[in-house]
């Protein structure tokens, strides 16, 4: 494990404020014509992908962003790395979740932490329209999680051509990190409402969906979990969905480079059990003291930089070049 710090950016030093305000610093669209394309699942649902490409790309080399809870393609931090591996040659594929933006009619079946397959289908689609193309993948939050399991559950299925992926703000614990957020009551309403709004946009498109009732006045995200992520996505409570999917029982397993980033002051996921990680020569671990929640926001003479955005650029370049 390597512990690092990094100048915070002046009054934004707090866990909450660098979670906070990280979003709000401009970040420009993707260069490029934003590709639409259709993933095809095997029980029915459709993902989107979102693909930019360089001009007078060489095919050499690519990169798949998974965005966090109640994310999309759009998101700041997504928006940000891309234009970062954009600028140095890299093709940009965005993931979003099932039924995450632009998706939301594409899929009866919500996005969790567990859709691991969903992220190896992407991938796959990846390695048969690029087959010398090598690639890595950047995990968010819960897409972090996605990234973690994915690693570990289908590591027999990931090709050569998937080189290095990281993981950042990653909870490896589900249910602790649920708890962890309960202390954080204006993050975790922020989360709800915005579950809100997508559950009864899904309920609208989805008649069918009726059969699961959208959830009123929850105060948590576990009874948000454990009232409806968890049933409909066939698991029997929060906790059978949490314990079944949280990437630490998966990590033993993974055998592509890994590189894990995250900050000890994080108000949304729990850094105690870190230590409880397989100690692997295929895992690079870098902690902050500061930096919140996907926040990392420094600052190089007072202008924005963000810590996370060139350690991850300058170790996939390494890897993938």
């Known amino acids: 494990m390597k512990n690092h710090s990094f100048n915070t ?13 990280s979003k709000y610093f401009p970040v420009k669209d993707i260069p490029g014509e934003a590709k639409s394309h259709i993933i095809n699942l095997d029980d029915g649902d459709q993902l989107m992908l979102i693909e930019n490409t360089p001009k007078n790309w060489d095919g050499k080399k690519s990169i798949v962003l998974v965005h966090g809870l109640a994310g999309d393609y759009k998101s700041f931090y997504i928006m940000r790395m891309g234009n970062i591996f954009y600028s140095k040659g890299y093709n940009v594929i965005r993931m979003n979740h099932r039924g995450a933006g632009p998706g939301i009619d594409l899929a009866m079946g919500v996005g969790h932490g567990g859709r691991s397959y969903d992220l190896l289908k992407s991938c796959q689609w990846l390695e048969e329209k690029y087959p010398n193309c090598a690639y890595g993948v950047v995990g968010y939050s819960l897409g972090a999680n996605l990234t973690i399991k994915m690693l570990g559950e289908f590591s027999e299925l990931l090709g050569d051509q998937l080189k290095i992926a990281s993981a950042v703000s990653f909870p490896l614990s589900l249910e602790d990190s649920c708890n962890h957020l309960k202390k954080s ?12 709004k997508i559950v009864k946009q899904r309920h609208e498109i989805f ?10 006045n929850v105060k948590t995200l576990y009874e948000f979990d454990d009232l409806y992520t968890g049933p409909i996505s066939g698991y029997k409570s929060a906790k059978h969905y949490y314990d079944s999917n949280s990437c630490l029982q998966f990590m033993g397993s993974i055998k592509k480079p890994l590189l894990l980033l995250t900050s000890l002051d994080d108000p949304i996921v ?17 902690t902050s003291n500061r930096g919140g929640h996907v926040g990392f926001l420094g600052h190089q003479r007072l202008k924005p930089h963000f810590w996370i955005d060139s350690i991850i650029s300058e170790k996939f370049d390494k890897v993938i070049n």
């Open 185 to 196: 009551k204006m993050f975790e309403k922020y989360f709800l409402i915005c579950l809100d």
């Open 207 to 216: 008649p069918a969906l009726k059969d699961f009732p959208i959830p009123s």
């Open 9 to 21: 950016f002046p009054a934004i030093s707090g866990p909450w404020a660098q979670t906070v305000f």
């Open 270 to 286: 729990d850094s105690f059990n870190l230590n409880k990680m397989p100690k692997k020569e295929n895992f690079e671990l870098y």
